[in-house]
């Protein structure tokens, strides 16, 4: 069993920056795939990027290309989101999910386990 919990959310302004931090716990967190969804009010949960068990491969949807960056910390237990050039287009809730085995990292069905979430804000 693995416990995530998702932390550095919050409200910012368009064109500003924010780190999520995802821990966690109860497995090592060495052997897991990570990634990160996030679900705007109304929408589906949508993959945003994800990064493989030793940190060598990482996936990023589209729209966020460029602008974040996810990273991990296994000695740590703590897989990060570094968010640039924000628009409101990113308010969400957004979730770390941890994938038991290889799999495809980009779609929610890789992943065994999920956080309870953090609400991103961006204001114009």
């Known amino acids: 069993q693995v416990q995530l919990v998702e932390s550095g959310g919050g409200l910012v302004q368009a064109g500003g920056s924010l780190r999520l931090s995802c821990a966690g716990s109860?497995?090592?967190?060495?052997?897991?795939?990570m990634g990160w969804f996030r679900q705007a009010p109304g929408k589906e949960r949508d993959f945003v990027a994800a990064?493989?068990?030793?940190?060598?491969?990482?996936y990023y949807a589209d729209s966020v290309k460029g602008r974040f960056t996810i990273s991990r910390d296994n000695a740590k237990g703590t897989v990060y989101l570094q968010m640039s050039s924000l628009t409101p287009e990113d308010t969400a809730v957004y979730y770390c999910?941890?994938?038991?085995?290889?799999?495809?990292?980009?779609?929610?069905?890789?992943?065994?386990?999920w956080g309870q979430g953090t609400q991103v804000t961006v204001s114009s």
């Open positions: 999910a941890a994938a038991l085995q290889v799999g495809p990292l980009t779609t929610s069905g890789a992943y065994t386990y």
């Open positions: 109860g497995r090592p967190f060495r052997g897991y795939g």
């Open positions: 990064i493989s068990w030793g940190g060598g491969w990482t």
